[in-house]
């Protein structure tokens, strides 16, 4: 199984990605104007998986800050307003960092 297909799959366990992009779609109209673009980076990424495949791994490389920032977001936040949601993102998005972080242990 791929990254990709652990992540649709935890999402989808989770309640499916209608839950969390409507969710994300509300919770983004009360945070401040310059973290609505991680909130809508997020929905967009996590589209993207349902609907073809994507390099995960490279992106976790690629992207790794911005991965980071997002997380620190959606903690922040977390940490005001305690949501399911947003705990499950963090995790999710964790999970990600983890899962490539181990495998370019195994490569070294």
């Known amino acids: 199984m791929t990254l990709q297909q652990k ?11 209608d839950l969390i992009v409507n969710f ?9 104007d310059e973290d609505r673009i991680y909130f809508n980076n997020i929905i967009d990424y996590f589209s993207l998986l349902f609907e073809q495949e994507v390099p ?12 980071i920032k997002s997380i620190e977001v959606l903690s922040f936040y ?10 499950f993102l963090i995790k999710l998005i964790k999970f990600k960092l983890e899962a490539v ?6 490569a070294s």
Do not use: C, P, R, W
Not at 7 to 17: A, Q, R, S
Not at 78 to 87: E, P, Y
Not at 101 to 106: Q, T, V
């Open 7 to 17: 992540m649709v799959k935890k999402i989808n366990d989770f309640g499916g990605l």
């Open 24 to 32: 994300l779609e509300k919770f983004k109209l009360s945070v401040k």
């Open 56 to 67: 995960v791994e490279q992106h976790a490389v690629t992207y790794k800050e911005a991965t």
């Open 78 to 87: 977390n940490d005001k307003k305690q949501s399911k949601v947003l705990s």
């Open 101 to 106: 972080s181990n495998i370019k242990g195994l």
